[in-house]
């Protein structure tokens, strides 16, 4: 069975388990209940599927686009290849639309500061509700939410080359 075929089966199961209660899960139980199947309990992802959590995606909220596509990748999913450490990953990530704007706000804040803190700038403040809210608003078509990583990869070079 190729990664791909395999990604999107777990992906199409994972739509399948139940949701539990109504209750507010704080970021780590929405992490273990949705995220960690693929980027796992430590955030270190399996390689050549599904990329790391941990000390990658902290630098990305340096720039108001990377809190921006934090949000649009569990809002709306990614598909098509990425590189995370120079590794190659090829799994695809499921939209989560089913999730409240204060979980994303939760799963996100839980996994940039448990798994990427010594990434995190100096002025770092949690993602809200009210921000997923207005991310939320766009958009998405196939394979924007990809580009918009690309964009946001050269955006990041260029902001620490510039020593920000």
């Not at 777990?10 to 539990?20: F, I, R, T």
């Not at 809190?67 to 990614?78: A, D, E, I, P």
């Not at 090829?90 to 939760?106: C, N, R, T």
Request: glycine share 10%; aromatic share 8%.
């Amino acid at each position: 069975m190729s990664a791909l075929r395999f990604a999107f089966i777990v992906s199409a199961l994972m739509l399948l388990l139940p949701m539990g209660g109504t209750a507010r899960a704080g970021g780590r139980d929405v992490y273990n209940a949705h995220c960690a199947i693929c980027h796992q309990a430590n955030g270190n992802g399996i390689v050549g599927m599904y990329p790391p959590l941990a000390d990658s995606i902290g630098s990305y909220v340096a720039l108001p686009a990377g809190r921006t596509y934090l949000v649009h990748v569990v809002s709306f999913g990614l598909v098509g290849p990425v590189s995370v450490h120079g590794q190659g990953y090829s799994g695809v990530m499921q939209a989560w639309p089913v999730l409240k704007h204060q979980e994303v706000a939760d799963v996100l804040n839980f996994a940039l500061t448990t798994f990427n803190a010594k990434l995190l700038p100096k002025n770092f403040t949690p993602l809200t509700a009210a921000e997923v809210k207005k991310h939320r608003d766009f958009r998405s078509g196939l394979g924007d939410v990809h580009k918009e990583r690309d964009a946001l990869i050269k955006a990041l070079s260029a902001h620490q080359l510039g020593g920000q």
